[in-house]
């Protein structure tokens, strides 16, 4: 069955300074999606980035990267020059199914960004 | 802004209750997909709707329904309410091909008593 991991709860990151958000995932498939939200606390979930199982690139968004490691089904969130409007949930979710197009979201990171 | 509305935003009922939650869809998109989320959890696939036929559903009872619209508007009804049905619940559109990202609205707040 598909499933995304999140193992880190939660991350303090200084300001300024990049961060790294842990997400594998497992599949059978192999065409698959990968994304990226981001959830203040206000509750909405908000795009961050996208990867698709056969983009050979890794996605880069402004300051958001994901580093996409197909082998070992990781697909991290990298956040260069952390703001303090980067603290927030954040969830990694992969798309699943060729007809049904629901998501299967991890559990999340909570990052603090420190001043 | 993503485009994608839900009504209300916080919600109070009590148990047994029904209640019905709404949400309009960016401009472009017929798909929309519920999901709930409960505290401290990550978003839990309740179904989709797909030009108002369902087109998938996840691991939810019958007392969870839905509609869709002509416009691609849609709508979440829960029976019967339970106090475990206490969550977000958030509703996400995209367009017509499975590659498109799903955007979310700002969810609706459910609590019940």
């Known amino acids: ?115 | 802004e993503t485009g994608v509305t839900q009504s209300p935003t916080h919600l109070i009922k009590t148990r047994g209750q029904q209640v019905t939650l709404r949400c309009s869809s960016q401009s472009g998109h017929n798909t929309v997909s519920w999901y709930q989320q409960a505290l401290g959890q990550g978003p839990q696939f309740i179904f989709q709707y797909y030009r108002e036929e369902e087109n998938g559903r996840g691991n939810f009872p019958p007392r969870f329904s839905g509609l869709q619209f002509p416009n691609y508007s849609s709508e979440l009804n829960v029976n019967a309410l339970e106090l475990d049905d206490s969550a977000l619940y958030l509703c996400a559109t995209q367009g017509a091909t499975s590659t498109d990202t799903q955007y979310f609205g700002p969810g609706t707040r459910l609590t019940v008593l």
Not at chain 1, 8 to 35: I, N, R, W
């Open chain 1, 1 to 115: 069955a598909q499933k995304i991991t999140q193992t880190q709860p939660g991350m303090f990151v200084q300001e300024k300074e990049a961060v790294t958000l842990d997400c594998t995932y497992d599949t059978s498939d192999q065409s698959y999606g990968l994304f990226w939200y981001k959830q203040p606390s206000s509750g909405e979930m908000i795009f961050l980035i996208y990867q698709g199982s056969y983009d050979e690139q890794n996605a880069t968004e402004g300051r958001y990267s994901l580093n996409f490691q197909k082998a070992r089904k990781s697909a991290n969130l990298v956040i260069s020059a952390s703001q303090l409007g980067d603290s927030a949930m954040y969830f990694c979710a992969m798309r699943e199914g060729q007809r049904t197009y629901k998501y299967i979201f991890g559990t999340g990171t909570r990052l603090k960004v420190l001043a």
